[in-house]
């Protein structure tokens, strides 16, 4: 059952712990392969290009644009930020699984370009668990912290237009499960169509 | 997330190794209840009411039919065969998944009356080796092993109609591999949507 990997999509609120979920699937699979945004703006201080983003001018940006080669993209302060659809094609045909962390917003763009990718959202326990992790991070006024809390529940009800979603409760479990998630897709019958007639017309 | 039980349709053809799968399934998870089957036939030797079938009168057959209490059911040489949907539903509301094994034209019902139900099919590696495995069984003429082999064929043709699939290489990886869907299918969104909505009228 070899086939070309999947494309995951994965979403959900600040705080959610996506960041650490995605570091360690990455860590305990070499098969996976991350997806990394193209951006117009400057790299910070320590980003490293084409880990952290590909940076590129807004030249190349609205060509990519023009050509079709962004999955979906968005502008933010005045920069355009996007993804590149050659490397995940490129991956997916090699058998690689890739992993795109998103916003909502994009993560929607991308499930209307390819259907067939499998969307996981990110839960925490509960908003009041979530809002301690917001507060934990530090000396965030209440007001921040109150408008993140807003921006989460907002989110929260996109997760109803993904595929999965999946309790960051513990990480270990989180990962485990997103990992079956990953599994069980694969063995989609119509993931598998093509394996099923060839063993039908080797008989 | 916990929520009812899953309906779980098994199928494949003769020789693909179901029924080894399926006692590991339960012997591994003393979750997962397996449906009994009803029928009309007398008990043959050795066979346990409630266990191997629920030996049931033709009365009762009809009146099941009539209450719409089958889930799918079938007439062979003579005798009444069904699924009672009772049992299923109870074991569903208390949080077992329950799993129910089954021929292709019998999960086809299931599948019209419970399109929520999640539908394996397992495959033999190849048609070679499911021959063989035929042929292993004991010293049957060549044209019973080869009209086996023709309804092995139509069966997996079936297979298309199936939301997943699982090739039975090594007992132990088609059951990790089932345990995997069913667990991925508890993380698909639709399922937990009553739990989505609490999380957010509790902030």
Redesign the interface.
């Known amino acids: 059952?070899k086939n070309d990997g999947l494309l995951i999509v994965f979403s959900g609120p600040s705080g959610a712990g996506k960041d650490t979920i995605l570091k360690r699937l990455l860590e305990t699979n070499a098969d996976y392969r991350l997806s990394v945004s193209a951006t117009t703006r400057a790299p910070r201080e320590g980003e490293v290009d084409g880990k952290d983003y590909h940076f590129i001018t807004k030249e190349k940006f609205q060509n990519m644009l023009k050509n079709d080669e962004l999955l979906e993209s968005a502008e933010y302060c005045g920069n355009c930020y996007g993804t590149p659809s050659g490397p995940i094609r490129s991956w997916q045909a090699e058998g690689h699984d890739v992993i795109l962390e998103i916003e909502v917003q994009g993560g929607s763009q991308i499930k209307t370009k390819c259907p067939d990718c499998v969307s996981i959202?990110i839960?925490p326990p509960?908003?009041e668990v979530l809002e301690q992790r917001l507060r934990g991070r530090g000396t965030e006024a209440d007001e921040v912290i109150q408008k993140r809390?807003m921006r989460a529940?907002k989110e929260?009800?996109e997760?109803?237009?993904?595929?999965?979603?999946?309790?960051n409760d513990t990480v270990e479990k989180a990962v485990d499960?997103i990992?079956?998630?990953i599994?069980?897709?694969k063995?989609?019958?119509?993931r598998?169509?093509d394996f099923?007639e060839r063993?039908?017309n080797?008989?």
């Open positions: 059952m959202f839960l509960s908003m809390m529940q929260i009800e997760a109803v237009h993904y595929d999965y979603c999946v309790i499960e990992n079956q998630i599994c069980a897709e063995h989609k019958v119509y598998n169509a099923i063993m039908l080797h008989a």
